[in-house]
């Protein structure tokens, strides 16, 4: 059974760098075809895919936010993270990592952490 817990701070400031990390247990993210993902959801709004890194560690990100937004992993801890920079107030969510087999469904999700962006 695979698992995945995000972790980072719960209260950044507008203009600042947000850093999350999700870990994986129960599952390795090399191994084809997983795909890592991070996914938002801001207060009244839907789900927002935000982007992947995926088992071989290529990135995508969603056009709207990959100025901002980076993704990487640290095979040795089995764990990927999410940068986003330039807050702004709008980037209030709970932020989820969750898996997929390539391109398809998710199948795996973290709790969540709610970030709040807050001067």
């Known amino acids: 059974q695979v698992q995945l817990q995000e972790s980072g701070p719960g209260l950044v400031k507008p203009s600042q760098t947000l850093s999350l990390t999700c870990t994986v247990s129960g599952g390795s993210i090399t191994i084809s075809y997983g795909t890592w993902n991070w996914i938002r959801q801001s207060p009244g709004k839907g789900l927002e895919w935000m982007g992947v890194?995926?088992?071989?560690?290529?990135?995508y990100y969603n056009p709207s936010l990959k100025s901002r937004t980076s993704i990487s992993r640290d095979t040795s801890k089995n764990q990927f993270s999410l940068r986003l920079n330039s807050l702004i107030p709008e980037d209030t969510a709970v932020y989820y990592c969750a898996r997929a087999e390539g391109w398809g469904a998710y199948d795996y999700w973290g709790q969540g952490t709610q970030v709040s962006v807050s001067s």
């Open positions: 890194i995926h088992y071989d560690g290529s990135t």
